[in-house]
């Protein structure tokens, strides 16, 4: 692992040696051994409480991730879907957090304002993802200890603005009176090294992950992130303003195509979105079918290979990246003097 380069408002926060958060993965992608690779690689990562039939298999993940971490800190995503029970959903799983001693939440979805005085209460810290900076005084108003802002070109939910994640991270921290986190298309230290200078904690990512070697999804699938040059998705569901980007596979056809019949009614995209249709397809490799969460940072993914090795290949970009910087700098004496 690499040493400590960075010391930013989200590392001092999370209390992590690299500012490199890796997000929730749905459904059931992002379990213990793959978030434990990412905290023991100096990051910090959320295990999805989305796509476990029972709680009992959450509470499989949180005892996984705490034995293999050795008892350091790691996070839970908490997604509060607006169609499949809000709030209630995430309610159940609440003592758990407490149980496992989960350090933060990444919350997504709907506002988690109702379950904030409970997280606050066990001390967990609340990074509130928004996929637009006009949200981002609702995450403080709320009480959030960081705000995570998506821009357009994340896998996953883009929001209804899709406003590029360069803007977004760039205007974010100017109006943030917490700490800001970039994300949506990183996955390169020189990216790292561009959201710092723009004021934000850190940098999240979940497409350039999905070649990590502790994810379960199977290995075709990964070879064809591995070959993916970033134009292989499509936004779906624009129709039920639930904007998803993802794999632009038979799933995601249909669901366009109803889009283009002007169909409303929920019920008749429910067969598309169905998460266990997802989870079999990253099982078996078959993604031809299901909802799979897909953003153009796939072309930096380059090879299978651990979350260690990965995260010190980002880190070691932004080393470089901070050298071509200073290199740039012209020396103000010289220009003084030539004055
Ligand atoms: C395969 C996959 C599954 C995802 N599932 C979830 C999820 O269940 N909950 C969530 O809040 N975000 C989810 N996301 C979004 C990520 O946590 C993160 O915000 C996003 O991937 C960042 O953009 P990037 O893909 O460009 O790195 C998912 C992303 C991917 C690629």
Not at 158 to 183: D, F, K, L, N
Request: include cysteine; hydrophobic fraction near 45%.
């Amino acid at each position: 692992m690499r040493p400590q380069v960075f010391e930013t408002s989200i590392t001092t926060l999370l209390g992590i040696r690299h500012p490199l958060l890796c997000g929730g993965l749905g459904p059931g992608v992002s379990d213990g051994r793959y978030v434990a690779a990412t905290v023991n690689a100096g990051g910090m990562g959320f295990i999805v409480s989305t796509g476990y039939d029972d709680p009992d298999r959450f509470e499989e993940e949180l005892k996984i991730c705490r034995q293999l971490t050795g008892g350091k800190q790691f996070g839970v995503n908490l997604y509060i879907s607006r169609f499949a029970g809000g709030v209630e959903r995430v309610l159940d799983l609440l003592h758990l957090l407490d149980q496992y001693g989960v350090a933060c939440v990444e919350t997504a979805g709907a506002s988690p304002e109702p379950i904030i005085p409970a997280l606050k209460e066990m001390r967990i810290k609340v990074l509130h993802k928004v996929p637009a900076v006009r949200y981002v005084p609702t995450a403080v108003r709320i009480g959030a200890d960081a705000v995570i802002v998506v821009g357009a070109d994340c896998g996953g939910h883009p929001g209804v603005y899709q406003i590029s994640s360069i803007v977004q991270a760039t205007r974010a921290p100017e109006i943030a009176s917490i700490p800001v986190v970039a994300a949506g298309g990183f996955g390169t230290g020189r990216q790292l090294v561009a959201a710092l200078s723009m004021g934000c904690g850190a940098m999240l990512m979940g497409s350039r992950m999905m070649v990590a070697e502790e994810l379960w999804v199977h290995e075709d699938y990964k070879r064809r992130v591995v070959a993916g040059d970033g134009t292989e998705s499509q936004v779906v569901k624009k129709l039920l303003r639930d904007h998803h980007r993802v794999l632009d596979n038979d799933s995601a056809k249909a669901i366009l195509a109803l889009e283009d019949d002007k169909v409303t009614d929920f019920e008749a995209y429910r067969p598309h979105i169905n998460g266990a249709v997802t989870r079999h397809a990253y099982r078996s490799g078959d993604v031809s079918k299901g909802m799979i969460d897909y953003g153009p940072a796939v072309v930096f993914a380059d090879k299978i290979k651990p979350v260690e090795a990965i995260f010190d290949e980002i880190v070691d970009d932004a080393v470089m990246a901070m050298a071509r910087l200073a290199s740039l700098q012209v020396p103000q004496d010289a220009v003084e003097a030539k004055q």
